[in-house]
């Protein structure tokens, strides 16, 4: 089985443009996490997606935000963009919401200018 | 401050040396999870621990969960330089859903 995909893998973006990055999770898995990764520190939770409802938020402005498709497939927007936001992007999937292990995919490394 | 401490922070050793990585925190955690991390790629899953006490042996890696479950070790015994990377500790606390991280701890096995 194929395991969490993720696109784009590279992305180079300017301060103050918009990106969507995508994320198809493992079949059979409804829940889709987002992770920032800043260089050298352990991944930040940004949002929990289950059954295409917002389950959780981190602690991120409201520049970012996400969905979840019926499909279960997810899309991370970020708007404004800042140069702090350049970072490696992580979507976690799992089969529910609780306590279930999370898979991780291979990540979109964001690169602002 | 962090929930969940990792130390060491980084880690230098010779082949065949063993060594142990701790994850502590003052919260209760249902479940805890080790991840491998390569450079650029994304955290691969080693283990999960849900049990207080618990140990699960995986290969030259034995990981313990604390018997109040606030804790965690990853212990490797006669590491390789194929162990090399960061070992990132995460935890779903009690009660809660998101997945918490550790700082993670770089390692690396010099030959």
């Known amino acids: 089985d194929a395991g969490v995909t993720q696109s784009p893998t590279h992305l180079i973006k300017t301060r103050g443009q918009h990106v969507t990055l995508r994320c198809s999770p493992i079949s059979g898995h409804k829940s889709v996490s987002w992770y920032q990764q800043v260089l050298g520190q352990g991944p930040q939770f940004i949002f929990q997606y289950y059954e295409k409802e917002e389950r959780g938020r981190g602690n991120f402005p409201d520049r970012f935000s996400a969905r979840q498709f019926p499909n279960y497939s997810s899309e991370l927007n970020v708007n404004a963009l800042l140069l702090g936001d350049s970072a490696l992007y992580l979507c976690a999937s799992s089969r529910s919401a609780r306590g279930e292990t999370q898979y991780f995919g291979p990540g979109t490394r964001l690169l602002v200018l | 401050t962090q929930l969940l401490e990792q130390s060491p922070q980084f880690l230098s050793i010779q082949e065949g040396e063993n060594l142990t990585v701790y994850c502590n925190s003052s919260s209760v955690f249902s479940s805890l999870q080790w991840y491998r991390q390569e450079p650029g790629e994304g955290p691969v899953l080693l283990v999960t621990?849900?049990?207080?006490?618990e140990v699960k042996k995986l290969k030259r890696l034995t990981f313990q969960f604390g018997d109040a479950r606030k804790d965690s070790s990853l212990h490797i015994t006669a590491a390789q330089p194929g162990d090399t990377g960061l070992y990132l500790c995460?935890?779903?606390?009690?009660?809660?859903?998101?997945?918490?991280f550790g700082a993670g701890t770089i390692l690396r096995v010099k030959s």
């Open positions: 995460a935890g779903v606390q009690e009660y809660g859903n998101k997945l918490v």
């Open positions: 621990v849900v049990t207080g006490g």
